[in-house]
C-alpha cells in the first residue's frame, strides 16, 4: 500500500479559538468529618444531592450508575471527596464499596494549594 506524499507545507490551514472542553461527568461521594455521606452526580443535567448512610451506598450508587447508562453516560467516573477530619481507613473503605460496585474509575478529590478543588 503506498500512500501520496503531501508536504505539509502547501496546505494552510485555517485557525480557530480553542475551544473550551465540556467537562466530564462524574458522580462525587462526598464523607462529611462527622461521617455523613452524600452522592452528588456533576456536570449532569438535572442532578440532585443524596444524603446517605454506609448500608444504602452500595444501592444508591448502583441506581445512580444505571441511571447514568440509561442517558448514555458509560464507565462514569466516582470521585470521592472526604474531609481531611475522616480518617484514611474510613476513605478506603468507601472506595471498596464503590469497586464492589463494578467501578474501574474510582478518584480522589483534592484541593491545590492555591484555590479550587480538582479530582486527582
Do not use: C, W
Not at 440532585?48 to 467516573?77: F, M, N, W, Y
Request: net charge neutral; charged share 25%.
Amino acid at each position: 500500500v503506498t500512500a501520496p506524499f503531501v508536504p505539509t507545507s502547501t496546505i494552510d490551514l485555517p485557525t480557530v479559538d480553542a475551544t473550551p472542553r465540556q467537562p466530564e461527568p462524574y458522580i462525587e461521594v462526598q464523607v462529611a468529618a462527622d461521617g455523613k455521606l452524600t452522592l452528588q452526580p456533576r456536570n449532569q443535567p438535572g442532578s440532585h444531592e443524596i444524603e446517605v448512610t454506609r448500608d444504602k451506598l452500595a444501592g444508591e450508587l448502583k441506581q445512580l450508575l444505571a441511571s447514568s447508562e440509561e442517558q448514555g453516560l458509560r464507565g462514569q467516573p466516582v470521585v470521592i471527596s472526604g474531609d481531611k477530619q475522616v480518617r484514611y481507613e474510613t476513605i478506603l473503605e468507601v472506595m471498596g464499596d464503590i469497586k464492589q460496585q463494578g467501578v474501574s474509575r474510582v478518584g480522589l478529590m483534592v484541593k491545590p494549594r492555591s484555590g479550587a478543588a480538582r479530582a486527582s
